[in-house]
């Protein structure tokens, strides 16, 4: 009997589950009769609507309805949690460790495969700022969202307690370092929700929080275009959220953002979401990559020169062939990569069948972005919007987007009852230590100190 034709699919993000889930349904005779075999290799058994964590920071959406588990929807294929630590495609082995090898203490184990998808996604960009490891909040996972929204209602609860203004001020200033997507939208939503969290509160109101948006370009939301950009700027401050254009965060060193024009800001809350850059793992295989670390790629989704290796999304440089300008590559967002997972997908089952591939070719829509509630900017088909219907617009597109049917109803179910009652204020942070109760409880007792004497 011969062996499965084995896809390895690297990453359970937007594409690695798009692709796994076109391929189970496009191969589904050959996964029948055991001649193919989808084997997908990613850190969290979920894919993340990232679009979404802005709405969950702020409690508009339950954080496991911005999640898909990866088991329910590719139930055709086997799903390895664990992390792909390098590929030797000359020899068709990936080395990889899961949660069982950590357990064991063997080491990393190797898998061999046939067909290798790459798309591992991209992590944070980070600069080398003073303090930025230690006092920095990311925005990429759902994890992270959370975390930001229990941490920036922790610091309503500490400036309404302080007796100290030097810490009130500290807590109650946000910093935002990056004016792209997960920036402002993150701002935009985070300031709405604290804003209205702030009424609850006997000694605060909503004009003592300061929010700073830093961009080290002159604009933001380049997506949606410059006019649109302006107009966010313009919203943005008449909120009294203080945009910084061509300016840079120097340091954070002992809760203190000092800015490239010399303003000092005592914070205790930076939030880092200035860029991202290609996941580690593509630096440790043997397959082509470009001078920005992404993989080099040709229209129809293949790593350029290489066989049986396929790429897309923010791992991969695909050219774009709708621009009419040689060089020019489909940029590494949402939009290109649940469309190149779909003729990824297409182009594996057609290569396993000995049938000719196509091109990837999509030209670029526009975007849209949300500036908290009931507030929006959009550029899409040549047309802008503002304002409410921008807003209207963006949830709309990403409801239409979000995987399966149970996450869509779901999603508009909260929001709609995020609009008849009232929003949550309620702070989660224990979650992020739940032993910590119990190992105060289960510590034993500390013996009395000189003079004192020992409890009954």
């Keep these: ?39 997908v290799v990613t850190p969290d058994p979920y894919m993340t609507y990232q679009p979404f964590l802005p709405e969950a920071a702020a409690g508009s959406i339950s954080p496991r309805h911005v999640v898909v588990p990866l088991r329910r929807v590719l139930d055709r294929c086997r799903v390895v949690v664990g992390e792909v630590r390098s590929v030797d495609h000359a020899k068709r082995t990936a ?4 949660l069982a090898t950590e357990e064991e203490g063997t080491g990393a184990v190797e898998m061999t495969y046939g067909e290798l998808v790459v798309a591992p996604g991209s ?18 996972t759902v994890e992270e969202a959370i975390g930001l929204r229990n941490h920036v209602i922790e610091q309503l609860d500490i400036a309404s307690s302080t007796r100290d203004p030097a810490i009130r001020d500290a807590a109650l200033t946000f910093v935002f370092v990056g004016g792209g997507y ?48 302006k107009y966010a700027i ?12 061509e300016t840079r965060l120097e340091s954070c060193e002992d809760r203190v953002a000092v800015l490239s024009d010399g303003t000092r800001l005592p914070t205790r809350t930076v939030v880092w979401t200035a860029g991202v850059k290609p996941a580690p793992v593509l630096a440790a295989t043997d397959l082509p990559l470009n001078e920005r ?15 049986h290796a396929w790429a897309a999304g923010d791992a991969a440089a695909v050219p774009d062939v709708t621009a009419g300008e040689p060089g020019k590559e489909c ?44 507030k929006g900017v959009a550029h899409v088909y040549g047309r802008k919007l503002k304002g409410y219907p921008a807003w209207f617009m963006h949830r709309v597109y990403h409801l239409s987007r979000v995987p399966t049917f149970n996450r869509k109803a779901r999603v508009m179910t909260e929001w709609t009852l995020s609009g008849l009652f009232k929003r949550e204020i309620v702070s ?29």
């Design 1 to 39: 009997m011969t062996e499965p034709v084995r896809i390895l699919v690297v990453g359970g993000g937007y594409v690695g589950m798009y692709t796994a889930l076109r391929l189970q349904k496009l191969l589904k005779p050959e996964l029948r009769s055991g001649a193919v075999e989808i084997v």
């Design 95 to 98: 080395t990889l460790t899961t």
């Design 123 to 140: 992590v944070s960009r980070t600069l080398p700022v003073p303090g930025l490891a230690d006092y920095g909040i990311g925005f990429k």
């Design 182 to 229: 997960a920036g402002v939208e993150a701002l935009g939503e985070l300031e709405d929700m604290a804003r209205y969290t702030a009424g609850y509160y006997h000694n605060i109101r909503a004009e003592d929080l300061k929010w700073v948006l830093v961009e080290a370009s002159g604009r933001i939301l380049p997506e949606v275009g410059e006019e649109m950009g």
């Design 234 to 245: 313009r919203e943005l401050r008449s909120r009294n959220i203080d945009v910084r254009l």
């Design 293 to 307: 670390g992404r993989l080099k790629c040709t229209a129809e989704l293949a790593v350029d020169g290489v066989a």
């Design 331 to 374: 940029a590494p967002n949402a939009q290109h990569a649940v469309r190149q997972a779909k003729v990824l997908a297409e182009n594996i089952a057609a290569s396993l069948r000995g049938q000719p591939v196509k091109r990837y070719a999509h030209k670029y829509v526009g975007s849209v972005a949300s500036l908290g509630l009931h």
């Design 428 to 456: 989660l942070g224990s979650l992020e230590n739940p032993r910590a109760e119990f190992e105060l409880a289960a510590a034993p007792p500390k013996p009395p100190e000189d003079g004192q004497a020992p409890r009954a």
